[in-house]
């Protein structure tokens, strides 16, 4: 009987090793990270050849019902998502052209988007986001959504929306809705014309 060769057992051990890596990465618990950890793709807009703009769809409620409505803007764009993506948020922070309810407080400043490459959007936004909003979760849900369907609606690499404030995760809005985890857009919440 021939003993094993010690390379070929090395090798078996190795791609034992890698196996057993890739199944603990692959199915680990998603985790926030905090803000020195976020990894972006880019921040920094690039330069556009000429002053180009983008159709955006904001989301707006009604007041009658809550349901999300469409409104579109004209926003500049760079080419750039995170870029692109501040440039939507600001105009959702303006509020509604056509009389609808903004869920986001006026006061609110959008402090900078993150993208990773997976997908994954980091929105910061000031503290006013928080203590400038009206109680209730109903409120606090509202603002979410109008912020990560706004976001996937017009950016298809948008997977999931990270709502941070001041550049740190908070564990709720304003008592309600949990802000630990990211948010996968929510299009049941818009009105069928």
């Given amino acids: 009987m021939k003993k094993p060769r010690p390379i070929l057992l090395v090798a078996l051990l190795a791609v ?12 680990a618990p998603e985790r926030i990270v905090g803000p020195g950890e976020i990894p972006a793709t880019s921040t920094a807009p690039e330069a556009p050849a000429a002053r180009e703009t983008m159709k955006a769809t904001l989301f707006f409620q009604r007041e009658e019902d809550g349901l999300f ?32 309810v903004s869920a986001l407080p006026p006061e609110t400043k959008l402090r900078q988007v993150f993208l990773t490459k997976d997908g994954t959007v980091y929105a910061d936004f000031s503290k006013d986001l928080s203590a400038a909003h009206p109680s209730g979760s109903d409120a606090e849900n509202a603002t979410v959504f109008a912020i990560v369907d706004t976001l996937a609606f017009n950016f298809k690499a948008i997977k999931k ?14 008592g309600h809705i949990a ?9 049941t919440l818009v009105a069928r014309s």
């Fill in 179 to 187: 802000l630990d985890r990211p948010f996968h857009p929510d299009f």
């Fill in 161 to 174: 929306v990270f709502i941070l404030v001041d550049g740190e995760e908070r564990e709720t809005l304003n």
């Fill in 69 to 100: 409505v469409a409104e579109l803007r004209d926003v500049p764009a760079t080419g750039s998502v995170a870029a692109d993506a501040e440039a939507v948020l600001a105009e959702l922070i303006k509020g509604s052209s056509g009389g609808l």
């Fill in 16 to 27: 034992l090793a890698f196996l057993v890596v890739w199944f603990i990465k692959g199915f």
